[in-house]
């Protein structure tokens, strides 16, 4: 650690590319899940709950979970309703209405074009060169990426897509106060009263339309399987590590990160023969990840 208290650089940047690739599988795990045709709100509810006692249990276990000031509750709440509320509604059924997991995570790596923005707004952080350059190379990259037979299959799609942009919203508005946060708190604390607070906003929604999901189908290994690898790796794991990435990187060179998870999907997809990966998505792959490494450039 340097005089600040901080991971060396390789570490952190090995954390967020952890998290990255983890979240790109959460899209085929979670696509698995629903095909299934495990109810939304009854998944939901179960990932967010199983993660806050994990990790509720596990920093007060371990000395890490730190007492929230007063004034700091509300911060806290919105966190929480931006991410895990909003994000997760948005994502589970955009991805449930347009059925295709790369496609979904395509939407989602549009986050890093517009937490420049937020960032420049809310944060008055300056925008380099290498920051819009790297950000604007990382999209050609992520249209290659889903491209099949030369078209890209959106326009039939365009509910799920609206849900999927909301998520987008979701995921910038919980940078933007992750952000305000993380000067105080650390990333054990915040994650963890993300997911306590965030499965207390599912409660009312998963009694009210989730309860009749507890069925055989749920309590299957098909479906338990990606249900604990959701939990454990891309919710406990995953976000503990982002944290940190916002605190040390910040907002914009963090979240550039995002644009990685579609081909991290299309990758899972085709290993479990969801997807078929072309020529195209490999060439697209490379421009994405060229566009994550200039961006990182100060």
């Not at 006692?53 to 007060?60: A, N």
Request: hydrophobic share 55%.
């Amino acid at each position: 650690m340097d005089s600040k208290g901080n991971y060396p650089l390789f570490w952190t940047y090995t954390f967020t590319t952890l998290a990255i690739v983890l979240w790109g599988f959460s899209f085929v795990w979670t696509n698995d899940i629903l095909q299934r045709g495990v109810a939304p709100f009854t998944f939901l509810f179960v990932r967010l709950f199983l993660a806050g006692i994990i990790l509720y249990t596990g920093s007060r276990l371990a000395g890490k979970l730190q007492k929230l000031e007063k004034k700091d509750y509300k911060w806290v709440a919105l966190m929480a309703f931006f991410e895990p509320f909003i994000y997760f509604l948005g994502e589970t059924y955009g991805m449930k209405a347009t059925n295709s997991a790369v496609l979904s995570a395509v939407i989602i790596a549009t986050i890093p074009v517009f937490t420049l923005m937020a960032e420049r707004v809310l944060y008055k952080v300056p925008l380099t060169v290498f920051k819009i350059f790297g950000t604007a190379i990382t999209i050609p990259g992520i249209i290659m990426v889903i491209m099949k037979d030369g078209e890209t299959a959106s326009a039939e799609h365009f509910y799920g897509i609206v849900l999927l942009f909301m998520a987008v919203v979701g995921s910038i508005g919980y940078s933007s106060v992750v952000k305000k946060l993380s000067g105080k708190y650390n990333s054990i604390t915040i994650t963890t009263y993300q997911f306590v607070i965030g499965s207390m906003f599912f409660l009312p929604l998963f009694l009210a339309f989730g309860l009749d999901g507890l069925n055989s189908t749920f309590f299957s290994k098909e479906v338990m399987v990606p249900l604990l690898a959701l939990t454990l790796l891309c919710s406990c794991l995953s976000f503990a590590c982002w944290v940190a990435s916002i605190k040390r990187l910040g907002m914009t060179k963090t979240s550039i990160f995002s644009a990685l998870i579609p081909a991290v999907s299309a990758v899972g997809a085709a290993m479990l023969g969801q997807e078929e990966v072309t020529l195209i998505t490999v060439a697209g792959i490379a421009i994405v990840i060229s566009g994550v490494i200039i961006a990182q450039r100060n």
